[in-house]
C-alpha cells in the first residue's frame, strides 16, 4: 500500500516562508498529489495538487500566487513551497494521494493521507 509522510512543518513568522514534504513509499507512478489543511471542526480543504502525466497543477485561490507545488520523481516526494505565510495559513496540512490521475480538488477523491504536519504562523 501507499504510505505518505509529511514533514517540515514550524512555527513561523508572518510573511516568511516555508517548505513542506510529503515523502512516499510504494507505489505511485501515476498517482496524482494533492496537499489539504484542516482546522478544528472544518473539513478538509483543498490547498493544491499536481498530476503525474503532464504535471499539471491546481491551487486554491485562496494560496494561489503564493504557494507551489512541485514533485521530485527521483526522491518519490512532493513539496509544497510556501510564501507569504499569514496567520490564515495556520493549521494542519495533509498530503495526499489517488491511483486516478485526476488532479481533484475534492478531499473524496484522494485514497491515501499523511498523518499531517502543523504549519503556525503567528508573530
Known amino acids: 500500500q501507499v504510505q505518505l509522510v509529511e514533514s517540515g512543518g514550524a512555527l513561523v513568522r508572518p510573511g516568511d516562508s516555508l517548505t513542506l514534504s510529503c515523502a512516499a513509499s510504494g507505489h505511485t507512478a501515476g498517482y496524482a498529489t494533492g496537499w489539504f489543511r484542516q482546522a478544528p471542526g472544518k473539513g478538509r480543504e483543498f490547498v493544491a495538487s499536481?498530476?503525474?502525466?503532464?504535471?499539471?497543477?491546481y491551487y486554491a485561490t485562496s494560496v494561489q500566487g503564493r504557494f507551489t507545488i512541485s514533485r521530485d520523481n527521483a526522491k518519490n516526494t512532493v513539496y509544497l513551497q510556501m510564501n507569504s505565510l499569514n496567520s490564515e495559513d495556520t493549521t494542519i496540512y495533509y498530503c495526499?494521494?489517488?491511483?486516478?490521475?485526476?488532479?481533484?480538488?475534492?478531499?473524496?477523491?484522494?485514497?491515501?493521507w499523511g498523518k499531517g504536519t502543523q504549519v503556525t504562523v503567528s508573530s
Open positions: 499536481i498530476r503525474w502525466s503532464d504535471s499539471r497543477t
Open positions: 495526499a494521494a489517488v491511483s486516478l490521475d485526476s488532479g481533484g480538488y475534492t478531499s473524496a477523491e484522494y485514497e491515501y
